[in-house]
């Protein structure tokens, strides 16, 4: 029997299967839910507190703003359920608060908020393209100086090496698709902002990279539907295992897929609450 689809492809879900096809069975078919992580949930308290900071007149965005920002994002996050599945104790806490307060801190040394024209934050976008469901959240779509579209995306991780460049890159390409497809306008301008480098990487899409990217999600989808028919997707060892919660269903380190296939079929049989 073959694995079912994933519903969509999104530019997360594209790296995440060229990085590794068989953690991008576990995550996007499986469905295996991630466990909480510090480093996920660092990026969701900065994603929160940069676009408050956005919702601000522009002349209010400063750097006090932004941390208070960052202090009204933080204790929303104090009940969030999975916050309190870190565990983190008060030293802790306040560690995990004083570094998303420096990566706030490093924002400024990017950009100049008060000069940004934001027309959308955390815009969730949709489009069939090539017969490819992509989805996708730009964390910040704006007008530049001549009305021009500027796609943004934060990250909170380390930036990639000057040989990975291209690949991060490659994601952002997907939301220029998206933008093209949703708005009719390809954007003149995508950019990473990497905030714990602190680094911009900005890449102007054209007529070529558009095809370009269409070609790769073409062949990604492909490469999908093939290993799902086949029910054939391979671990691929790397840095990356560091970070992979997988660890425990992978061959490469002593695990079975398979109980991560039954794990999904009786997590697919509980009625939804
Ligand atoms: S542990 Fe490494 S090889 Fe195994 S699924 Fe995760 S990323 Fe892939």
Redesign the pocket.
């Known amino acids: 029997m073959a694995f079912p689809l994933p519903r969509s492809l999104s530019p997360s879900k594209v790296t995440a299967f060229t990085?590794?096809a068989?953690?991008f069975r576990?995550s996007a078919i499986d469905r295996l839910p991630d466990p909480p992580s510090v480093a996920a949930m660092r990026g969701t308290l900065v994603h929160a507190a940069l676009e408050h900071l956005h919702v601000l007149d522009p002349d209010e965005r400063t750097l006090p703003a932004a941390l208070a920002c960052l202090d009204d994002a933080a204790a929303a996050l104090r009940d969030d359920p999975e916050y309190v599945a870190l565990g983190l104790a008060d030293d802790e806490a306040a560690a995990f608060h004083a570094e998303a307060a420096e990566l706030v801190r490093n924002y400024f040394r990017l950009e100049d908020p008060t000069t940004v024209r934001a027309i959308g934050l955390e815009l969730e976008v949709e489009a069939e393209v090539d017969g490819i469901h992509l989805r996708g959240i730009i964390d910040r779509l704006e007008l530049d100086a001549e009305g021009e579209l500027v796609v943004t995306d934060y990250k909170t991780g380390a930036p990639p090496s000057t040989q990975h460049e291209r690949k991060r890159l490659s994601g952002v390409h997907i939301y220029s698709l998206l933008c093209e497809h949703v708005l009719g306008r390809r954007p003149r301008t995508v950019q990473l902002l990497y905030l714990r480098a602190p680094l911009a990487l900005t890449t102007e899409p054209t007529d070529r990279s558009t095809r370009g990217t269409r070609r790769t999600l073409g062949a990604v989808w492909q490469a999908v539907e093939r290993a799902c028919e086949r029910e054939d997707f391979r671990?691929?060892?790397?840095h990356?295992?560091n970070y992979?919660a997988?660890?425990a269903?992978?061959?490469?380190?002593g695990?079975d897929p398979g109980e991560a296939r039954r794990l999904a079929e009786d997590l697919a049989a509980v009625p939804a609450t």
Not at 235 to 238: G, I, K, L, V
């Open positions: 990085d590794c068989l953690a576990f671990p691929r060892p790397s990356l295992c992979c997988f660890q269903y992978c061959p490469a380190f695990g």
